[in-house]
């Protein structure tokens, strides 16, 4: 299971989020997530059930062992897998930090189409992919 990738499932609808997958996969040196759009959750794919609205609410990483993690649990557990956002990981595992980190991503999460034309983003922000 060594090729095996972790599934991030995304908001796809989202300018916001989609800026911020962008910068995720350009983090993903190892090649360790399929970034894949809600659109396109199906069980048969991903071998969980995950209710739509769950799906809806926050990001959702899949393990290749079938594992769920959600939302700031997603981004921490994605983050050990990514050189650069390892430090900001282990910071989310001290005492206490996931309550906060929750609250922050909640807060992000229900406001992210707001979000989204505050930080100038149209159809989908754009990233330069000319460095690829």
């Not at 897998?81 to 909640?106: D, H, Q, T, V």
């Not at 100038?120 to 922000?125: E, F, H, N, Q, R």
Request: charged residues 20%.
């Amino acid at each position: 299971m060594s090729n095996a990738r972790h599934l991030l499932f995304f908001d796809s609808d989202c300018p916001f989020c989609q800026l911020q997958i962008r910068l995720l996969s350009k983090l993903d040196w190892f090649n360790k997530v399929e970034f894949t759009p809600l659109k396109e959750f199906s069980e048969s794919i991903s071998g969980v059930h995950i209710e739509e609205n769950e799906l809806n609410q926050a990001i959702h990483c899949v393990t290749p062992e079938k594992t769920i993690f959600k939302g700031p649990q997603a981004i921490r557990f994605l983050g050990m897998r990514m050189p650069l956002l390892i430090p900001m990981s282990l910071l989310m595992w001290l005492p206490g930090m996931m309550f906060f980190a929750e609250k922050i991503y909640n807060a992000i999460s229900k406001n992210r189409y707001f979000l989204s034309k505050f930080i100038g983003c149209k159809d989908s922000c754009a990233v330069d992919d000319s460095k690829n």
